[in-house]
C-alpha cells in the first residue's frame, strides 16, 4: 500500500477508539440489555432494528480506507478486531486492506456520493411537519398500530380527521411505503425506490437519519468516527420524529412536539431546521468518504 501520511500515534488512535467508545457504547449496552430482557424501546429500538447495524460493530472503532495506525502487540490485544477481516498489517503498521473492496461496495458508495451530493444542491423543503408517523396509523385498528403499547394522543376518528384536513408532502420513499392504504392518496407526492436520488431533501427528517444508514453499510471502509456522527444526528432525528408522532410518550420524558396546533407546527419546523442544518457537514463529510472507497488501491 502506498501512502503519503505517516502512520497515526499509538497514542492517538487509541483515544479515538476510546472516545468512539464513550460516545455510542451506552446506546448499544441498552439495546442489547433491553433485548436479553424481552422489552422495547419505541424510540432508540429503531436505530437497532430498521437499520440493523450489530450494536457490537458501532462499538468497534475502525479507522477509514486509506488511513495508517501505528501498531504494537499491546494496541493490538486490547482491539483485537482490528486485524480481523479487513486489517492488513506490514511492519508495526494497520490499514484496511483496499484489495478487498469488492465492486458492489464500491457501486453502492457511487450511489450513495452522488445522493449526498444532489441532497446538497437541492433547496430544503421545511413544512411536512412529520406528519409521516401519523399517515402510517391513519385509520388503523388498535391491533395494528405498530406502538400500541402506548397510547396514540388522539382519538382514532379525531386523528383522521386531522390527517386529512393537513396536506401531506412526504418525499421519502422508505417513509412513504409505511403509510396506511388509505394514508397513500393523501400524499402529494409519490416517492419511489427508483426516484430517491430525484426526491430526498436535506430537510426531511429521515434523509438525515438515513446518513446512518449508508454510513453503516459502507462500514468499515469510511471509518467508525463518520459511523458514530451519523449515530448521533439520527437518534436525534428519531427522537423528533417520536415526540412530534401521534403517541403519548410523555411518561418516558418524550414531551410531544404538537403538531396538531399552529404553535407545534412551528416548533417542528425549528427543531427540523436545526437538524438539517447539523446534517449538511456530516453528509459533506460521508460524501467525501465515497470518494475515497471509490479511488481507493
Same mark, same amino acid.
Given at each position: 500500500?502506498?501512502?503519503?501520511?505517516?502512520?497515526?500515534?499509538?497514542?492517538?488512535?487509541?483515544?479515538?477508539?476510546?472516545?468512539?467508545?464513550?460516545?455510542?457504547?451506552? !446506546?448499544?449496552?441498552?439495546?442489547?440489555?433491553?433485548?436479553?430482557?424481552?422489552?422495547?424501546?419505541?424510540?432508540?429500538?429503531?436505530? #437497532?432494528?430498521?437499520?440493523?447495524?450489530?450494536? %457490537?460493530?458501532?462499538?468497534? !472503532?475502525?479507522?477509514?480506507?486509506?488511513?495508517?495506525?501505528?501498531?504494537?502487540?499491546?494496541?493490538?490485544?486490547?482491539?483485537?478486531?482490528?486485524?480481523?477481516?479487513?486489517?492488513?498489517?506490514?511492519? %508495526?503498521?494497520?490499514?484496511?486492506?483496499?484489495?478487498?473492496?469488492?465492486?458492489?461496495?464500491?457501486?453502492?458508495?457511487?450511489?450513495?456520493?452522488?445522493?449526498?451530493?444532489?441532497?446538497?444542491?437541492?433547496?430544503?423543503?421545511?413544512?411536512?411537519?412529520?406528519?409521516?408517523? !401519523?399517515?402510517?396509523?391513519?385509520?388503523?385498528?388498535?391491533?395494528?398500530?405498530?406502538?400500541?403499547?402506548?397510547?396514540?394522543?388522539?382519538?382514532?376518528?379525531?386523528?383522521?380527521?386531522?390527517?386529512?384536513?393537513?396536506?401531506?408532502?412526504?418525499?421519502?420513499?422508505?417513509?412513504?411505503? #409505511? #403509510?396506511?392504504?388509505?394514508?397513500?392518496?393523501?400524499?402529494?407526492?409519490?416517492?419511489?425506490?427508483?426516484?430517491?436520488?430525484?426526491?430526498?431533501?436535506?430537510?426531511?427528517?429521515?434523509?438525515?437519519?438515513?446518513?446512518?444508514?449508508?454510513?453503516?453499510?459502507?462500514?468499515?471502509?469510511?471509518?467508525?468516527?463518520?459511523?458514530?456522527?451519523? #449515530?448521533?444526528?439520527?437518534?436525534?432525528?428519531?427522537?423528533?420524529?417520536?415526540?412530534?408522532?401521534?403517541?403519548?410518550?410523555?411518561?418516558?420524558?418524550?414531551?410531544?412536539?404538537?403538531?396538531?396546533?399552529?404553535?407545534?407546527?412551528?416548533?417542528?419546523?425549528? +427543531?427540523?431546521?436545526?437538524?438539517? +442544518?447539523?446534517?449538511?457537514?456530516?453528509?459533506?463529510?460521508?460524501?467525501?468518504?465515497?470518494?475515497?472507497?471509490?479511488?481507493?488501491?
Amino acid at each position: 500500500m502506498t501512502g503519503v501520511h505517516a502512520p497515526l500515534a499509538i497514542t492517538d488512535w487509541t483515544q479515538r477508539a476510546a472516545d468512539h467508545a464513550a460516545r455510542v457504547g451506552p !446506546w448499544a449496552d441498552a439495546f442489547v440489555d433491553r433485548r436479553s430482557r424481552g422489552t422495547k424501546h419505541p424510540v432508540h429500538d429503531f436505530l #437497532f432494528t430498521y437499520y440493523s447495524f450489530a450494536p %457490537g460493530k458501532l462499538k468497534q !472503532w475502525m479507522p477509514p480506507v486509506g488511513e495508517r495506525l501505528e501498531i504494537d502487540d499491546a494496541s493490538l490485544a486490547s482491539h483485537p478486531w482490528l486485524p480481523g477481516r479487513w486489517g492488513k498489517t506490514e511492519g %508495526g503498521v494497520l490499514y484496511l486492506d483496499a484489495s478487498l473492496l469488492d465492486h458492489r461496495t464500491r457501486d453502492l458508495a457511487k450511489f450513495v456520493g452522488e445522493l449526498c451530493e444532489r441532497i446538497a444542491g437541492r433547496a430544503p423543503r421545511l413544512r411536512c411537519f412529520g406528519l409521516h408517523e !401519523w399517515a402510517m396509523v391513519y385509520r388503523q385498528t388498535p391491533e395494528e398500530v405498530r406502538h400500541n403499547a402506548h397510547a396514540l394522543r388522539m382519538a382514532p376518528d379525531d386523528l383522521a380527521a386531522f390527517i386529512e384536513s393537513q396536506s401531506i408532502n412526504c418525499s421519502h420513499y422508505d417513509a412513504y411505503r #409505511f #403509510f396506511t392504504p388509505g394514508a397513500r392518496p393523501l400524499n402529494s407526492l409519490n416517492p419511489q425506490l427508483e426516484t430517491r436520488l430525484d426526491m430526498e431533501q436535506g430537510a426531511c427528517l429521515h434523509a438525515n437519519m438515513d446518513l446512518y444508514k449508508w454510513a453503516s453499510k459502507l462500514w468499515p471502509w469510511v471509518g467508525s468516527d463518520l459511523v458514530a456522527e451519523t #449515530f448521533l444526528l439520527a437518534l436525534e432525528g428519531r427522537d423528533l420524529d417520536m415526540r412530534a408522532s401521534p403517541y403519548d410518550l410523555a411518561a418516558m420524558g418524550y414531551e410531544p412536539v404538537r403538531i396538531e396546533t399552529e404553535e407545534g407546527r412551528k416548533q417542528y419546523q425549528l +427543531e427540523q431546521q436545526r437538524l438539517a +442544518e447539523r446534517s449538511v457537514p456530516v453528509r459533506l463529510s460521508l460524501r467525501e468518504a465515497c470518494t475515497r472507497i471509490v479511488a481507493a488501491e
